[in-house]
């Protein structure tokens, strides 16, 4: 199982790349780095993805459930989005491509509270603090 994240600060900015890799087993193991070059928030969370893909290639996963909670990228990767992200079309090509190399891999959309530990290490590889957490019932301004 995969968590996984991207920031870009500012955005666009520099890019940092967060995942939390889960085996079967539950070891677990953790990226937090600093991508080259600039770049937005999705490209940020396209190289998080691929990142944490090669990761878990180089551990000898074969079967991945991966959790990311840019619903622009699982939109995009699954077919499902309305238009095309052109700007990136190269990179999100090279992700499909990786994810087919798999024997199995399922990308899944989930809410930001839930890829908390992959935010924080993404912030982390940029410098940042993790994002303290709204108590319920509060928004932010």
Do not use: Y
């Amino acid at each position: 199982m995969i968590h996984c994240d991207g920031s870009a600060v500012p955005n666009p900015g520099r890019m940092g790349l967060g995942a939390v890799l889960t085996a079967p087993d539950g070891t677990r193991h953790s990226l937090s780095t600093q991508a080259e070059g600039r770049g937005c928030n999705n490209e940020a969370e396209l190289r998080a993805l691929m990142a944490a893909l090669q990761e878990a290639r180089r551990h000898g996963a074969s079967t991945l459930v991966i959790h990311c909670d840019n619903s622009v990228v699982v939109g995009q990767l699954a077919g499902t989005a309305l238009e095309p992200f052109v700007r990136l079309a190269a990179l999100f090509e090279e992700v499909r491509s990786e994810l087919r190399s798999f024997a199995s891999a399922r990308l899944v959309w989930i809410p930001r509270h839930r890829n908390r530990e992959a935010d924080a290490l993404a912030r982390a590889a940029v410098g940042l603090m993790p994002k303290n957490p709204v108590p319920a019932g509060k928004h932010r301004p």
